[in-house]
């Protein structure tokens, strides 16, 4: 069975630097075919797309968002981290990773999401 | 940068079919594939690589990409469908994954 559990603050104060982990089960990140995504979605808003990491070390960001995020993978310890710097009260959102597939991009497991609150 | 859009809410009554459109210049050229997101919970996808459902999805949830427009199709729309649904592409020219702004499906 696929899970994605992501975790992270809850709350973060403007300016300040977020960490998000996702650890995976039920399949590997080396899987040639198979990558991490970060997605989110303000109160009432919709879903965002953020980054994505595959096995292959390729990273791909959001062209808005690029100068504040970073994406990296530890194989070993089936997680994916996701930072987001400068945080500002507009990114308050839930976060959510995903196993991306290569081929279409379609992101087929969805983890619970973690709900991140930027104020001071 | 590239864009998806999508109207903002679809209305269908119970029985019959719902289609969703999803918009974008030349997305007939790209894989389209859609998710289905009930509050509370995390998004479900339900069509990929434009037509695919993947297991577990019921039969009645179909998928179309030709031209500029992707539509979902939900047939015999049961009350259990009432959700908000996104399109999403993957943008060669940016590296980016895109999602439609999302439609609300109300059965009623």
């Known amino acids: 069975q696929v899970t994605l559990k992501e975790s992270g603050p809850v709350l973060v104060k403007p300016t300040e630097t977020l960490t998000l982990t996702c650890i995976v089960s039920g399949f590997s990140l080396s899987n040639a075919r198979m990558g991490v995504s970060w997605i989110r979605q303000p109160p009432g808003k919709a879903l965002e797309w953020l980054a994505h990491?595959?096995?292959?070390?390729?990273?791909s960001y959001s062209t808005s968002l690029k100068s504040r995020l970073t994406i990296s993978k530890d194989t070993s310890k089936s997680q994916v981290v996701l930072t987001m710097t400068n945080m500002d009260p507009v990114d308050t959102a839930t976060y959510f990773c995903?196993?991306?597939?290569?081929?279409?991009?379609?992101?087929?497991?969805w983890g619970q999401g973690t709900t991140v609150t930027v104020s001071s | 940068s590239y864009e998806l859009t999508q109207p903002p809410s679809v209305s269908v009554s119970p029985g019959q079919t719902a289609s969703i459109t999803c918009s974008g210049d030349?997305?007939?050229?790209?894989?389209a594939c859609w998710y289905q997101h009930k509050p509370g919970q995390s998004p479900l996808l339900v069509i990929y690589l434009n037509t695919k459902r993947p297991s577990g999805i019921p039969e009645r949830f179909s998928g179309s990409n030709s031209g500029n427009t992707a539509t979902l199709t939900i047939s015999g729309t049961q009350a259990m469908d009432e959700a908000d649904y996104y399109c999403q592409a993957w943008d060669r020219s940016t590296a980016n994954v895109v999602f439609g702004g999302g439609s609300k499906l109300t059965v009623l």
């Open positions: 030349k997305l007939g050229d790209k894989y």
């Open positions: 995903a196993r991306m597939r290569l081929v279409g991009f379609e992101s087929d497991v």
């Open positions: 990491i595959f096995s292959i070390d390729e990273k």
